[in-house]
């Protein structure tokens, strides 16, 4: 058993509803746009002239991968498989091989990402244990000719640097404070 | 006269001799020419003010980045010349016929729709036939394609042939968006073509006659000779008529706030979705030239055409110098506008580069020809005044005047597509239902309260006044 409610309206003046009135306020406001942004050449318009300028990216986008490197220049992955297994796009394909050295036992022989593939949901960073991958190359543009050139190998992902050029050896605070380098492995050592 | 009178040995044999007999037949040669490379001239014109202001009204810069290098320096044009590229890329994309598509209807769709377009202005006055009554040879120079005594209803019946076009499009391409994008599309073009008839009776019958000529010259003439002198136009002698009439071109070329039928965000492209290349550049070219045959129509019939407020053709003719270097000086101010907006960019970018390399220069370019452009009208109008017009050659007084008509009219025509462009971005689209309703139960209710009052004021006018 329903009541009926009486849900009161606005109601519209006789000159909204001929609309006529209205669409003149409309073309008076784009006018003025108009007006505004030929006058005051290039001010107030919202577009990017890239690629002479660039975006800015906020902290902590996630643009293409890099592999970091210890401080004797090898990779730090130790290719545990864990971003490969928790990647939901299947977009990680990797190969260990023995590194030659009872501490840290494996190393990537090789490390693919298909960059076409990933969906850039960071799940890869969270889980490496080591360190080793991160997004924070600040890279937003990735365009190739082919394919296959969207296949970033090791070579690729260690050679990149963080997004504001500086080589990542280097490096010394990410753009992110949770991917500062060795910052895991600093509380683990504390930890033991 | 008939053609096949005339001797057409003789005529090949010495064609320089052409008989006079010929002067109507080159006359709409060659007016149809013209009128064609205008209209091919207007729609990339049209699609720049449509993405450079469009660009402007959103706050965002617009196409400006397609380049003529002429040497080092690059020259950029605003963005014009995204058209030309825009053309190419048309022409040599890859054309897709669906397996599925009715391979008839689905070529003849563009074409039809093309041809309808361009035909519609074979009874559009540019300028006066007076002008050329008193040069010898040239009196029945008339500045319409075809001089049709129900020009009027040419249009029309041509202007619903483009329904033709968008249905069968439509149907053709054998997928669903593009049936519902046409059949939403012809829907609306048939409810608002009875308006848009209906709207025009109000000046054809005041005005007393269909042919758009003589439409224009009866707007000609002013209501009230002194003080004030007000033409007659049909804004001010039918302005409900005028409203209807403007609302019923935007529903017939699809233009918003009525493109439901290629609503980018409902349809994808609506009726067109299955075209590609060439023979949806044809639609593209269609629906900007029925663009300009609506504001052009919209021009004859209620803003007096060529007409000029303040002085008739006759009052022209007779001063061919004053008209020239009016035409002189008009066209030269708003260049010496632009060439200073130009100069003043060159130094601003002279100051600060912003490409660092020979673009900045491109302002400077640009304002030399424009400058160039304005201080050769200025003396083309100077050297009118002061030279002794009883010693021009008996032409040259008329075609000053008919340039002027000309122009005039291709300036009211440029603001009506601007207000296309304008409002395409102004207002948002409209239900289909209220589309509907709008065109049956509102237009249409008032064309014909438009033209019973018309007519009952006219009968009225006659009984009381003569």
């Known amino acids: ?43 107030g318009l919202q577009t990017i002239s890239y690629p002479e300028e660039q975006k800015v990216v906020p902290e902590g986008y996630r643009g293409t991968h890099r592999l970091t490197l210890r401080d004797d220049g090898t990779p730090r992955c130790t290719a545990c498989y864990l971003c490969s297994t928790v990647c939901p796009a299947n977009c990680i394909h990797i190969e260990a091989i023995d590194k030659g050295d009872d501490v840290i036992e494996k190393r990537p022989a090789k490390f693919e990402i298909d960059e076409l593939r990933c969906v850039f949901c960071g799940f890869c960073v969270e889980v490496c244990p080591c360190d080793a991958i991160r997004m924070d190359s600040g890279e937003t543009v990735m365009a190739e000719y082919t394919r296959r050139d969207l296949i970033l190998d090791i070579n690729d992902l260690t050679a990149k640097t963080s997004h504001d050029g500086v080589p990542l050896q280097t490096h010394a605070q990410g753009v992110n404070p949770k991917q500062r380098p060795g910052a895991g492995q600093a509380e683990t050592q504390e930890d033991a | 006269m008939p053609i096949r009178d005339l001797h057409l040995r003789q005529l090949v044999a010495d064609p320089y001799q052409t008989p006079m007999q010929l002067y109507p037949y080159i006359n709409i ?19 720049w003010f449509e993405r450079k202001g469009s660009a402007f009204i959103q706050d965002r810069l ?92 040419w249009i029309l019946a041509i202007a619903s042939f483009s329904t033709f076009s968008i249905m069968l499009a439509g149907w053709a391409g054998n997928s669903k968006f593009g049936l519902f994008g046409s059949l939403r599309a012809g829907a609306q073009m048939v409810s608002y073509e009875l308006t848009l008839g209906l709207s025009i009776v109000g000046i054809v019958m005041i005005a007393g006659s269909l042919e758009p000529q ?124 632009l060439a200073f907006a130009f100069f003043r960019l060159f130094h601003k970018r002279r100051s600060q580069p912003y490409w660092g390399d020979l673009r900045d220069h491109e302002a400077a370019v640009l304002g030399g020809i424009v400058s160039l452009k304005g201080f050769g009208l200025l003396v083309l109008g100077l050297v009118c005044w002061f030279s002794d017009s009883d010693r021009w050659p008996v032409w040259l007084g008329p075609t000053i005047v008919a340039l002027f008509q000309i122009g005039f009219f291709m300036i009211k025509v440029l603001f009506f597509l601007w207000l296309f462009v304008w409002v395409r971005w102004s207002v948002p689209r409209f239900r289909y239902d209220q589309v509907m309703t709008l065109g049956w139960k509102v237009m249409l209710p008032l064309a014909l309260a438009n033209v019973a009052l018309t007519g009952l004021w006219l009968f009225c006018y006659d009984a009381l006044f003569k």
Not at chain 2, 281 to 306: H, I, K, Q
């Open chain 1, 1 to 43: 058993m329903s009541e009926e409610k009486n849900v009161s309206r606005n109601s519209i003046s006789f000159f909204v509803r001929v609309y006529f009135v209205e669409i003149v306020k409309g073309l008076l406001i784009t006018i003025r746009h108009l007006i505004r942004n030929i006058l005051a050449h290039e001010k």
């Open chain 2, 29 to 47: 040669i060659v007016i149809a020419a013209v009128v064609v490379v205008v209209l091919l001239n207007i729609v990339p014109m049209m699609v």
């Open chain 2, 62 to 153: 617009g196409p400006n980045r397609a380049v003529i290098a002429v040497g080092p320096l690059r020259l950029r044009l605003m963005g014009a010349l995204h058209n030309l590229a825009d053309a190419i890329k048309l022409a040599f994309k890859e054309d897709i016929v669906p397996a599925s598509a009715n391979r008839f209807y689905f070529f003849l769709a563009p074409f039809l729709g093309t041809v309808v377009a361009f035909t519609t202005f074979a009874v559009i006055p540019f300028a006066s036939p007076d002008l050329f009554r008193g040069v010898a040879g040239l009196e029945d120079l008339n500045f319409q394609v075809l001089k049709l005594d129900a020009g009027v209803l």
């Open chain 2, 214 to 337: 003589a439409l224009v010259k009866y707007q000609d003439t002013a209501i009230w000779p002194f003080p004030f002198i007000i033409p007659r136009w049909g804004i001010i002698l039918q302005p409900l008529s005028f409203v209807l009439f403007l609302t019923c071109i935007f529903a017939e070329t699809n233009r918003t706030p009525f493109d439901l039928a290629e609503g980018e965000s409902e349809l994808v492209a609506g009726y067109h979705v299955e075209y590609s290349s060439l023979r949806f550049a044809l639609f593209f070219l269609a629906e900007y030239v029925n663009m300009t045959v609506g504001a052009m129509l919209l021009v004859v019939l209620f803003l007096g055409g060529w007409s000029i407020p303040f002085f008739s053709t006759e009052s022209l003719l007779k001063h061919p110098d004053a008209v020239g270097l009016f035409m002189g000086v008009a066209g030269a101010i708003p260049a010496a506008v």
